[in-house]
């Protein structure tokens, strides 16, 4: 902050001529500026233009055409959210599935990410640096390398040389929903355990030495004492989560089927773009509904995602 | 209405279930950690803190990654050893041919593109009156899942044949100077160029935060001195910007890397792979789940863990170096 008002400071000092100059292709700039802002910006808002014109109108003319003939219709999204035909969407079972699915895959993962994190910040045992090297290194595994064993475990169980480690699953209805939250859980884990160790292993450890003098056990010092502090990383870490699930289409395609039983929006929106690719006032009002919970959530937690990101980024 | 809001009832029952389930589980932790004594030793609380996500790490990952990787030196149904020919098949299938040389020009243009776009925007806004809107503006499309993209794009490339009104935006401004409406998504090789611009439109918004932030860094001092020597702004952009940010643009191709190899949602969600626009991740959800092929599959998946793994360690020594 302060070397960007000194630079203010010194730009105010520099001479006529050279003010003239920097004016000039600051407006080249400017205009290569805005124009990658409309660009960036104009195909979310056609789609959003698009989903509430009337059926009729989508289908025959383009969205910019609403300027001269503004007519404007919540059908499709009554018809997307609510309509009982197979062809309407079903969207609100789906918008509901997604909400069953980010809530627990948010949650779980953040809760064992923080008990891992705090034991490899705080509790000082032997090896702990190997075990935080090889809870990071399992970045590198792709979840497409999962997949399919873990897939296997839920049908049939786990056993590792004849012992029987987990039981087949073989859950229907909504308890399919489990089998999602696991992956998602697991998949979360060498990640969030990472962003919030760094933020955790940054704490003063003189605070932690003072509690622990006065007789404070491990599970008090993080209640206490760490939770409170790294209240940032558990926000930043929440966002990311939220909206790789929120997002997510691979993990949800395999773990919870394609039907309005278990599958999120993005399943459907899939389904839809595959099946009725012409539908468009369903595929523009379904697109938006799935759009705007993130979009919202987004936006007003933007200041912890992106510091989040640059942590995560730039300083790691 | 006919929605059927009790119909869904057993699904918020099963959202509830499980979050109780889990808060017992947490409870049990915490008591237990507070029930060691302190004066044991510490390994004896670092156990019950790390075994729960060590547990699911092993379940989730270790064990699935082996298995994925012996799969993948087995047959469709996954049991007589065929040694290397689900290898040889990618390697030698034009199909597969087709799958690796997208995922190549993949993963070569989107970190190019992204950065460069994100680097000229970063730079262009960097202290103007409207930075933090014209940023907020770019960076918005990281909240869209991809899906949600592959829509809004299809939309832009939607086409009607000629004489009709175009509805699509890409072929309205091609009709109105003159051209003939196309069919974007069908018309290899073009139609990869059109789906990496969904990605590119994604991802600009993270480049330029991230390369935006790393432009504030630049010393004052510097910036300073090339002012009064005289420097242009395009000599200040490859004199002192550049040189002065190289690590955070480094770390944006990386990361950008990464996600493209494992990128699956956008190719399925505008093409299904269809018209030669496959890729590795896409390919390896098609042999797997739809065609049964466990071993392609599976060799599909271990080589993209290949592909991620020295760009990840890279990236790991980019981030140690970064925090010195």
Known sequence: MTTLTQTVARAGAETAPRRVRRRLSGRIASAVAIAIAVLWTTPTFGLLLSSLRPEDQIKTTGWWTFFADPQITLENYQEVLFGASSSSGQMMSFLINSIVITVPSVLFPLALATFAAYALAWVPFRGREWIYIGVFALQIVPLQMSLVPLLSFFSQGVDLFGVQLLPAWD????????????????????????????????????????????????GMVLRKLVLPLVGPALA???????????????????????????????????????????????????????????????????????RGLLAGSVKG | MDFDFAGELPKLVQLLTGIA????????????????????????????????????????????????????????????????????????QPDALIVLRNTLIWVLLVPILVTSVGLVYAVLVDRTRFESIAKSLVFLPMAISFVGAGIIWRFVYAYRSEGQEQIGLLNQIVVSLGGEPRQWLQEPPLNTLFLIVVMVWIQAGFATVVLSAAIKGIPAEIIEAARLDGATPLQMFFRVTLPSIRSAVVVVMVTQSIGTLKLF????????????????????????????????????????????????????????????
């Open chain 2, 265 to 324: 949602d956008i190719v399925r969600t505008m093409t299904g792979g269809q018209f030669d626009t496959s890729v590795i991740a896409n390919e390896m959800y098609n042999q797997t789940f739809r065609y049964q092929e466990l071993g392609q599959g599976s060799a599909l998946a271990v080589f993209l863990f290949v592909l991620v793994t020295p760009i990840v360690i890279y990236q790991v020594r980019q981030r140690r170096e970064a925090v010195r």
């Open chain 1, 171 to 218: 859950l229907e209805g909504p308890e399919r929903f489990v089998q999602v939250w696991f992956a998602h859980t697991c998949f979360a884990l060498p990640l969030g355990v990472f962003l919030i160790h760094n933020f955790m292993s940054e704490l003063p450890g003189e605070l932690m030495e003072a509690a622990r003098v006065d007789g404070a056990s491990h």
């Open chain 1, 236 to 306: 930043t870490f929440a966002i990311f989560q939220f909206l790789w699930v929120w997002n997510d289409l691979l993990v949800a395609l395999i773990f919870a089927g394609g039907t309005a039983e278990n599958a999120p929006m993005t399943v459907r929106l899939a389904q839809m773009a595959g099946t009725r690719g012409n539908e468009w006032q369903r595929l523009t009002s379904g697109a938006f509904v799935s759009i705007v919970i993130p979009l919202i959530v987004f936006l007003s937690m933007q200041r912890y995602f992106v």
């Open chain 2, 21 to 92: 389930a889990f808060l017992v589980v947490v409870a049990l932790i915490v008591l237990l950690v507070d029930s060691v004594p302190m004066r044991w030793r510490a390994w004896s609380h670092a156990t019950v803190l790390l075994t729960p996500a060590l547990a699911l790490l092993a379940i989730g990952l270790v064990i699935p990654a082996v298995r994925t990787t012996v799969l993948s030196f087995l047959d469709g149904d996954g049991r007589k050893w065929v040694g290397l020919d689900n290898y040889a098949w990618m390697f030698t």
